[in-house]
């Protein structure tokens, strides 16, 4: 049977290795493995959202509200903006995919930084849409400029990052939004937030807030999710925040039920209890740190990051080795050879839990 | 900002009216409601799935093995095949969407019969398909063939719904073995099994089995759901079953961690009480026999079923009247005008809420 030829250039996104795989494979104790691999928050979850799922787990039969009505509620006082504003998705990412299969097409190219969120280039090839990443792997705003300008009949998309997975930069708003004013009102710009609330807590100069996003551009749309601060990652539910005619249009791709009951639950109360986001930006900052201090003692480079993980380059060790190494001792972190770069990412963890992986890494590198 | 233009054709799906709505609209207490309105089990979650969720409601900050090895483990041992043939999704939804939107494309069509599941239609247009319907409401094999031959160059999917949502009706394992038979190796023909064990329960001759089928048919893809008759309708997981050839392809599509990992839990935990899924069964069909004599009793039309609901047609009166009346006493049905029918679809629910529908329509039909 033969396939759209979209299909041929598509690989699949790979994600980071789960605790299961090294109890299988290593027969390591769960409870001794230290996953840093894929941003989780280090906290676990939070105790009023656990609760909260445990109390409807004979619920699990029903389909949820598909209107989303109490969750958009919450989001839009959050906001200060109108719940038709708001999509809820599985996840960012699905609210991202929603964003290209709307806009992006054969004809078209969406425009990102060199090494960014890998799933902007997977929906990009799934529509058959081109990819033009800048040769900068961190965001360099003077060079999507010159990108746009020398495409600007093509590129339909823009993805900025901030701050940007895996790599952990971030720009100032007042940057961004002298970038996004020079860019045609055709062209969509998605402000991709998953890790802005970590961003706004380090520097304030970072922080974009949505509601003045969106006034400001009406071709902007902001993305974030509740997988990283408010630590649900394994609910998947994100959205994404824009005017309200061009949520109406990305809506017409949301199939009905895209969240679980459960997840929709969750996320109402994860909202409710900023307590537990605080304690997270709080410790991740003061325990980031640490790795700075290793990367500096040893001559590594590191990116100076206003996410919820840092990216440490390697000189003659390579990457992957020191991972698979890692793994067999029951630490997960996120080799990003894959990306081009002989680097790792590691997600911030709890105190106890970066000392050893620094610990293991002076073993390494000594 | 304009969007891709097979988005002006389209419209959101009409989802089923969530308790909260009526108890938002209405007042009313959300234990007195009876919602018979979206084939949810009506014994709820089983009790080894509600148990097992509450144990892990502290991991949802945890993404899902995104493998989903264990999963696909327990469904290739209930199935008698591989892993390597089977894609999950988040509902039987998603992996339909990943059907169309791998093979059908603005050249092509898709084939489908005259009443059956909206979201063929939908993912359709998403791609700027082109819909081909029988002009015979139920699946009518024979009207198949006709506009298959007519539009053979251009109809890329066919799908078969067994048995039908929303209308009940299935066609035996034999005239579906016979009618793929005569379809090209190159269609994709979707055998859209949501329902399809409590068509297997009512008559063995109705049993389609994946493992026989795609053996029979490369071209085949066998789709199921654990909304329905495993009861985790809210937890949103589904899976396509196919040859390993048709499946590396459309997990191109599959974003990662499109389930929860509450919902993969679920799931494994599902599969594993097969005791909650018989009392769903012999209670569906006890129960439909009360709708059927109250139909017989009134002189309305209904369609024999092989699912967990049942569709009853009036004659003078109207459907979104009654449902509407209905609604009004905490009573949620199906009105189904939206698909041109003046009939009513209601799940099968428990005993005393089948005698309560069906004095609140004697009541309003005397």
Redesign the interface.
Same mark, same amino acid.
């Given at each position: 049977?033969?396939?759209?030829k979209n299909?041929q250039n598509?690989?699949?996104?790979e994600?980071?290795k789960?605790?299961?795989?090294v109890v299988?494979e290593y027969g390591i104790n769960e409870k001794d493995v230290i996953?840093l691999a894929?941003n989780?928050?280090p906290?676990?979850?939070s105790e009023v959202?656990?609760?909260g799922?445990?109390e409807i787990?004979?619920?699990?039969?029903?389909?949820?509200?598909?209107?989303y009505?109490?969750l958009k509620d919450a989001l839009a006082k959050k906001y200060n903006i109108d719940v038709k504003n708001i999509l809820i998705g599985?996840?960012s990412?699905?609210v991202i995919?929603y964003c290209v299969? =709307? #806009?992006?097409?054969e004809n078209s190219a969406i425009l990102t930084a060199g090494v960014t969120f890998a799933?902007y280039e997977?929906y990009a090839k799934?529509v058959g849409a081109k990819v033009i990443k800048t040769t900068s792997q961190t965001h360099d705003l003077n060079e999507f400029k010159e990108l746009y300008n020398k495409h600007k009949d093509e590129i339909s998309i823009i993805f900025l990052c901030m701050p940007n997975n895996p790599l952990g930069e971030c720009i100032s708003k007042d940057e961004i939004y002298d970038f996004i004013a020079t860019i045609d009102?055709?062209?969509?710009v998605v402000v991709d937030a998953a890790y802005m609330d970590f961003a706004s807590y380090k520097d304030t100069k970072m922080q974009i807030q949505p509601d003045d996003l969106i006034k400001n551009f009406?071709?902007a749309i902001f993305t974030a999710t509740f997988?990283k601060s408010y630590?649900?990652?394994?609910?998947?539910v994100g959205y994404a925040i824009a005017n309200s005619?061009?949520i109406s249009?990305l =809506? #017409?791709?949301?199939?009905?039920?895209?969240?679980?009951?459960?997840?929709l639950k969750?996320a109402i109360l994860a909202l409710s209890d900023e307590s537990f986001v605080s304690k997270t930006m709080k410790n991740n900052f003061k325990e980031m740190i640490k790795y700075e201090n290793f990367a500096k003692e040893f001559g590594l480079e590191y990116i100076n990051s206003y996410t919820n993980f840092i990216t440490i380059k390697f000189n003659k060790e390579n990457s992957s080795q020191i991972c698979q190494n890692l793994l067999k001792k029951g630490i997960i972190l996120r080799d990003l050879k894959s990306y081009g770069l002989n680097a790792i990412r590691i997600t911030i963890g709890k105190s106890e839990q970066n000392d050893k992986v620094i610990d293991e890494l002076r073993e390494i590198l000594k």
């Open positions: 049977m033969k396939f759209n299909l598509l690989k699949n996104y994600a980071g789960p605790i299961e795989l299988r996953k894929s989780e928050n906290f676990g979850t959202v656990s609760k799922i445990a787990s004979n619920k699990a039969h029903l389909y949820p509200d598909d209107s009505f109490e599985q996840g990412d699905q995919e299969h =709307a #806009k992006a097409n799933m997977i799934q009102k055709d062209v969509m009406q071709n997988s630590g649900l990652g394994g609910m998947r005619s061009v249009e =809506a #017409k791709l949301r199939a009905p039920f895209n969240i679980t009951t459960l997840s969750a």
